[in-house]
């Protein structure tokens, strides 16, 4: 999948009204799930992501946080300014759009590194 494809699946899943809406979102939410997974996992997906959306998972650098769903909705609720549930609309059209764009074997990999209620954001309940 290449950056504009994945910007527009973005775009059309979570009904943004611009590309640059989209790329606000997958910034907000990619940047907290980088946060959430261990800097090897964050590297391995980014891997299997196009550029200019591998890098956001790339820059970060703090400890890996544990964070229960509400928390990572809070978080980029917080980051966008948005509500807790159009944080969830948010983070579902992304994280559905990552599951598309990489193998099964990331996906899981990923999930497996999350507490359960995450693979709903994915759009699987692996």
């Known amino acids: 999948m290449k950056y504009h494809e994945f910007v527009a699946?973005?775009?059309?899943?979570?009904?943004?009204?611009?590309?640059?809406?989209?790329e606000g979102v997958i910034r907000a939410v990619l940047s907290v799930l980088a946060a959430r997974l261990t800097p090897g996992e964050a590297c391995d997906?980014?891997?299997?992501?196009?550029?200019?959306?591998?890098?956001?998972?790339?820059?970060?650098?703090?400890?890996t946080l544990q964070l229960s769903v509400q928390e990572f909705l809070?978080?980029?609720?917080?980051?966008?300014?948005a509500t807790t549930r159009t944080a969830q609309w948010?983070?579902?059209?992304?994280?559905?759009?990552v599951a598309d764009a990489v193998t099964w074997g990331e996906l899981?990999?990923?999930?497996?590194?999350?507490?359960?209620?995450?693979?709903?954001?994915?759009?699987?309940?692996?």
Do not use: C, K
């Not at 979570?14 to 989209?22: D, F, M, N, T």
């Not at 997906?45 to 400890?63: D, N, R, T």
């Not at 978080?75 to 300014?81: D, F, H, L, Y």
């Open 90 to 97: 948010d983070a579902g059209a992304v994280l559905s759009t």
């Open 9 to 22: 699946a973005v775009r059309e899943r979570g009904e943004y009204a611009s590309a640059a809406e989209a």
């Open 45 to 63: 997906l980014a891997s299997q992501l196009p550029q200019g959306i591998a890098e956001i998972l790339e820059e970060q650098h703090e400890p």
């Open 74 to 81: 809070n978080r980029i609720a917080a980051g966008t300014g």
């Open 108 to 126: 899981n990999d990923v999930i497996t590194q999350l507490p359960s209620g995450y693979a709903a954001l994915f759009g699987t309940e692996a």
